[in-house]
């Protein structure tokens, strides 16, 4: 039960924060075992610099996160440590949550079972083209095996688990451990930690879990994306995980970020469902306001504030900090 939660909570958070997908152009004729694999760095790495965004004497320093990265990478903290240390407040990455009470929460565990589950009892083969459902069949044998259990699942979700375990067997796994040692560094200094989520309050939830199990969403192209760019996409994170751990800022801003997570995101955002409930409307815009004023109060309060955001959100015009650098404030990247 726990891992549905967390699965719908993860494509809530993708909204704002995508761990993934970046774009490779690969021939269609091109077979995937035959793309060279990077080789994943390991031991204790530096990872990159950070950001400062200043007015006056206020500063806020902002260190860009990412995952996937190298399992047997062990980060080195002692540069963050440092500023962390001599900040008054860190803000935590956005993404949006649902808000509920614990007995809220309890009384909707019943109506939770089955969400990730295509309405009806349907499988995949019958909800995705033939030619979709045999790429699938090739790349779940590559990466998953066996496991029946898994073709009930909506193509969102077995998209998520497909990569996952496609991670999983080229050294790289999703990563909380740099975000939770931040944590750990801020809580040995007294340093205040600060949510930057958006909640997300609705006002029937037992009905729109209701409506949200009933309906086929539209991700196909969720699905489909991920098994076309695959292969692809993991060597492209192999490549951006070794340039976060070493901390390479310009290969970093060289790669392209892309497509299957903005597919998948788009599958929960222009579902039916979220189109018909106030609360899942604009989500990406209302958790980038709500992340701005967070950092504006704190740029205003503190003389220094140390911020977590995604590379994506670090990287390129539409950054979060080029909003910040439009309304006056001074933005230096890391050299």
């Not at 340039?243 to 299957?260: H, P, V």
């Not at 788009?266 to 967070?294: C, F, G, H, Y």
């Not at 220094?304 to 650098?325: H, R």
């Amino acid at each position: 039960m726990k891992k549905t939660i967390n699965r719908t909570m993860f494509w809530l958070g993708l909204l704002a924060m995508p761990a993934f997908a970046q774009s490779v152009d690969q021939p269609a004729d091109i077979a995937a075992d035959a793309i060279p694999a990077t080789v994943v760095v390991e031991g204790r790495r530096p990872g990159p610099g950070v950001w400062k965004v200043s007015k006056g004497d206020h500063v806020m320093w902002v260190f860009g996160l990412y995952s996937p990265l190298p399992q047997k990478m062990e980060w080195d903290a002692a540069r963050v440590e440092r500023l962390v240390a001599r900040s008054q407040e860190v803000l935590l990455p956005p993404g949006a949550s649902i808000e509920m009470s614990w007995l809220r929460e309890l009384t909707l565990l019943p109506s939770m079972i089955g969400m990730e589950k295509n309405p009806d009892g349907a499988k995949l083969q019958d909800v995705v083209p033939a030619d979709v459902y045999a790429h699938w069949q090739i790349l779940k044998g590559k990466y998953i095996g066996k496991d029946d259990g898994i073709e009930r699942d909506r193509p969102i979700f077995a998209a998520d688990k497909l990569l996952h375990a496609g991670l999983k067997k080229n050294g790289l796994a999703p990563n909380n451990d740099v975000r939770g040692e931040i944590g750990k560094i801020a809580g040995q200094n007294k340093v205040k930690l600060t949510l930057t989520m958006l909640a997300i309050e609705l006002d029937d939830p037992r009905r729109t879990l209701k409506e949200f199990k009933k309906t086929q969403m539209a991700d196909l192209g969720c699905f489909t994306k991920t098994l076309e760019r695959l292969d692809g996409d993991i060597e492209a994170m192999r490549v951006r995980a070794n340039a976060w751990a070493n901390g390479n800022i310009a290969e970093i801003a060289r790669l392209d970020f892309a497509g299957r997570d903005e597919a998948c995101g788009d599958a929960l955002l222009n579902s039916n469902l979220a189109k018909t409930t106030p609360a899942l409307q604009n989500v990406r815009e209302r958790i980038r306001a709500n992340w701005m004023k967070t950092a504006e109060t704190s740029l205003g309060n503190n003389t220094s504030t140390f911020a977590l955001l995604m590379m994506k959100d670090l990287v390129g015009p539409t950054s979060y900090l080029a909003d910040l650098q439009a309304k006056g404030y001074t933005v230096e990247s890391p050299r």
